[in-house]
Structures are given as structure tokens and as C-alpha cells.
């Protein structure tokens, strides 16, 4: 079942742009992202003190435990973009003294902060009483909370995760997170909150999130089938925004993802292929897999470039920044601490290259997919770097083509359209090429 909904036109389009078509579980997740604005716009006047923390890594069940209102940087940015707020809120930054090379999701935060502090949905953004920074492999969080600390001058846990330079998680590495949120978040958290930590509490969350969880999975694993229920990428940044946020070990965030199963399942029963902003794709003809984020600024046109051609991306390592629940970590109820140093642990951002490369080898494989497709971010070295070599290594492995675009994340000086569609074209005219050998060979 499909809903229109009016979408904002892009600032540089004077065309009218038709209103978007969604899945209702895509309208029921951007009216829960909105709610937790509105809640975060009265947290204070409502007695609630307001944690900040970041996606990959973030420990919204023991929050949870402590009443806290939850606020996401990098998805503030993110929502920013998506509405044409983040161009002005850069550069704001850059004239605040921000080099042009930073991530643009740390100069769209701080801009907006500039600007009044006026979050997405138009209501003012509390300061937060808390920073909590569960380090998963990108240094920038780091900085970022260091400017947001110098601004608002609130109290700072950081929680340090290992990096899984030899591929594995060892009970050492374990051990040393499990420590730190005993003596240091937990305590902290306590400390802000004035709420006792209850453990029971903690489990009863980690029950929802293990629904959850599952849900999530058997829906992103649906693209396995011909046709794609799904887009891997651009409808799954949808179905990861309630999980990867501040609804993860809700009983909403469950409700929402039973919702989205049924509704993917009926779409694999009709045979039907995803929903994209122009209505349902008509025909599959190419299978990707994608690795790194979406452009946010430009996201329906950029979109629109993929399903104009018939190219349904299947699977992204973006859908697993948040969690890689799909290698079968569930949030664990009977070991609720240990369970939290496991996930941010095995965060996507926390793998080393070749764990990566594993990981897009095997979905190329078991998706059934034509090839991988690299989205380079200017300003994100945590997913660019070492991306050429996992593109070199990935089309030996698997005989299949990779290519590279370029863009960024929500500065839109940094979104070429013309560039991108041009690459897309070569990029799809080589897998046709490929196909062509293949069937010669075969007969």
C-alpha cells in the first residue's frame, strides 16, 4: 500500500515537483523521527534531561534506563539536509573558521547551532546535559563533541572501543568495554539523570530491540528474491531510521518494524519491486550492491538516477552502520552488558578492510548482485578511506565490475549531477558488456 506525500521541491528546480510515493511504514518512520523532535523541543520544560550521542555505537537501551531525551548529531545534520537547510548551515561554519575539508555533518551541526539552534521540524533544539561518545572508528566524533562541549560546557563520557585491526573481537577487547560502562558510562549516566540504574530495566529494552532486530533483518534480506521487494539503500535509510536512532528497545520501534515485515512480505507474495518516489519500479534490470552513505541533499534525484535505469541496489554497507545485525548479533537480554560492548564492537565503521571486503563479497554473491557501486564522500574519511582498494579487490574476487561516483553528504556545492549520471551510465553500459561475454562464453 502506497500514500503520497508532498515532498519539498529542490531550491534549484522551478518545475513543480509531483508529490512522492511512500510505503505507509516509511510515513509511520518520518512520523516518529518528527515525534522525537517535538519531545526533544520539551524535554527540559518537561523536567527531562537530554543525552547526545552518535548512531554507530550508541547505547539508546542504557539511556533509555535513565529517562534521558535523546539527541543524534550526524542524523540532525542529516534531516537538515534533507530539507535544503544544511547548504547555509555550512557555510555559516566555514565562516566561524571551519575548514572546507571537515565533515560536513560536524559544520551543518555547529551551523545550526549558530543559527539559533532551530532543529529540522523548526523547533529549537535543546542543549544537551550530556555527551556520550562511544568511539567506533571515526576520530571526527571525537573533535565534534570537543566543540560541542567547549559551547555548552556539559559533562562528557566517552566510552573507548577497540578497533578490530586483526578482524576479531577478543575477550580482552570485551573485557575493556564491559569495565568502562560499568565504572565510568553507567556512573555518569547516573550522576546527570539523578536516576539509579535498574538492570532489569536494561533487558526488558534489549527484549524489544531483539524483535526488532529480527524484523529488520528478514526485511533487508528480502532483496535476495527476483525482484526486489526492496531498495537496499535508498528505502532502507526508511527502515534503519527508527533502529539506528532513539527508538531501538522501544516497543514502538517494535511495533514498527512488524509493520514493515508484513508490508515487504505482501510485496514479495504480489512479486512487486520497490516503491521509489515515482511510484512502484516497473522492471529490474540491474542488481547492485552500494558502498557508502547517500547523498541527503540531492536524495530523490539522486535516486531517480538509479531507477530510471531498472538498477535496484539489493544491499549497502550504509544500512549496516548503525548495526550488522544480518551476520547475526542480536541485542542479548540475559547478558545485557556484554551485549552492549558486543555491538559497538562489531559496528560497520569498527571492521578493518578486510573484514569489509568479506562482507560486500559475500552480499555480491548471495544477493546476486551485478556488481558493487562506491559512493565516495568527500568529507567522510571513516567510510572513504581505503575505498579503491576494497573496489580493486572486491572485482577480483568476484569477476564483477565495480565503479566508483562521487559526492558528499549534505553539502550540495559537492552533488554534480551531470558527473554522476554520466559515471552511472558508463558504470551500467560495462555491466551490460559483461553480460554479453558471460552468454558468449556460455554458449
Known amino acids: 500500500m502506497t500514500t503520497p506525500i508532498q515532498m519539498t521541491p529542490p531550491q534549484a528546480s522551478k518545475k513543480p515537483v509531483p508529490p512522492a510515493q511512500k510505503e505507509d511504514a516509511m510515513l509511520l518512520q518520518k512520523e516518529m523521527i518528527n515525534r522525537n523532535y517535538h519531545e526533544l523541543a520539551t524535554a527540559h520544560d518537561r523536567g527531562k534531561k537530554v543525552a547526545a550521542t552518535f548512531v554507530p555505537g550508541n547505547l ?43 565533515c560536513t ?10 543559527g539559533g539552534e532551530v532543529g529540522p521540524t523548526g523547533e529549537p533544539l535543546p542543549r544537551p546535559d550530556l555527551l556520550l561518545l562511544s ?12 566543540l560541542i562541549r567547549q559551547k555548552y560546557n556539559c559533562e562528557t563520557t566517552m566510552l573507548h572501543v577497540p578497533y578490530q585491526g586483526d578482524g576479531k573481537i577478543s575477550q580482552n577487547m570485551r573485557d575493556y568495554v564491559v569495565k568502562q560502562i560499568k565504572e565510568n558510562v553507567i556512573p555518569s549516566l547516573e550522576r546527570v539523570s539523578g536516576v539509579k540504574f535498574d538492570i532489569d530495566r536494561l533487558r526488558q529494552y534489549m527484549k524489544e530491540s531483539a524483535k526488532a532486530e529480527d ?59 520497490p516503491i521509489t518516489p515515482e511510484g512502484e519500479m516497473a522492471e529490474e534490470k540491474y542488481r547492485l550492491v552500494v558502498e557508502g552513505p547517500p547523498n541527503w541533499t540531492h536524495f530523490r534525484e539522486f535516486w531517480k538516477m538509479f531507477y530510471d535505469e531498472g538498477a535496484v541496489v539489493v544491499t549497502s554497507t550504509y544500512a549496516k552502520v548503525g548495526g550488522v545485525y544480518d551476520f547475526g548479533f542480536r541485542h542479548d537480554p540475559d547478558h545485557p552488558i556484554e551485549s552492549l560492548a558486543e555491538y559497538c564492537l562489531g559496528c560497520y565503521t569498527n571492521l578493518n578492510l578486510p573484514q569489509r571486503i568479506d562482507m560486500i563479497c559475500k552480499y555480491i554473491d548471495e544477493y546476486q548482485a551485478d556488481g558493487l557501486l562506491i559512493n565516495s564522500i568527500k568529507s567522510c574519511n571513516s567510510f572513504s578511506a581505503g575505498q579503491l ?13 565495480a565503479a566508483f561516483i562521487e559526492s558528499d553528504l549534505v553539502d550540495p556545492r559537492y552533488f554534480s549531477p551531470a558527473n554522476i549520471k554520466n559515471r552511472l551510465e558508463s558504470y551500467f553500459q560495462m555491466i551490460k558488456q559483461k553480460r554479453t561475454v558471460a552468454a558468449g562464453a556460455v554458449h
Not at 534506563?65 to 545534520?77: Q, V
Not at 555533518?105 to 549558530?114: E, H, I, P, S, T
Not at 568511539?135 to 570537543?146: A, D, N, Q, S
Request: charged share 30%; glycine share 8%; with cysteine.
Open 215 to 273: 524484523d529488520l533483518v528478514q526485511v533487508l534480506q528480502s532483496a535476495k528474491k527476483r525482484p526486489s521487494p526492496i531498495d537496499g539503500y535508498f528505502g532502507a535509510v526508511y527502515y534503519i531510521g527508527p533502529i539506528f536512532t532513539a527508538f531501538r528497545g522501544t516497543t514502538e520501534a517494535t511495533q514498527y518494524y512488524d509493520v514493515l515485515r508484513r508490508e515487504i512480505e505482501q510485496r514479495v507474495r504480489e512479486g512487486k519491486g
Open 389 to 401: 582498494l576494497i573496489l580493486r579487490e572486491v572485482e577480483k574476487r568476484t569477476g564483477k565490475p
Open 60 to 102: 539508546n537501551e542504557l539511556v533509555m534506563c535513565f529517562d534521558f531525551a535523546r539527541s543524534l548529531p550526524e542524523t540532525n545534520a542529516l534531516q537538515n539536509g534533507m530539507r535544503k537547510k544544511s547548504g547555509k548551515m555550512i557555510m555559516d561554519a566555514e565562516r566561524d573558521g571551519h575548514s572546507e575539508d571537515v
Open 135 to 146: 568511539y567506533t572508528g571515526c576520530f571526527t566524533f571525537m573533535k565534534w563533541f570537543e
Open 105 to 114: 555533518y560536524v559544520k551543518a551541526d555547529l551551523g545550526m547551532m549558530l
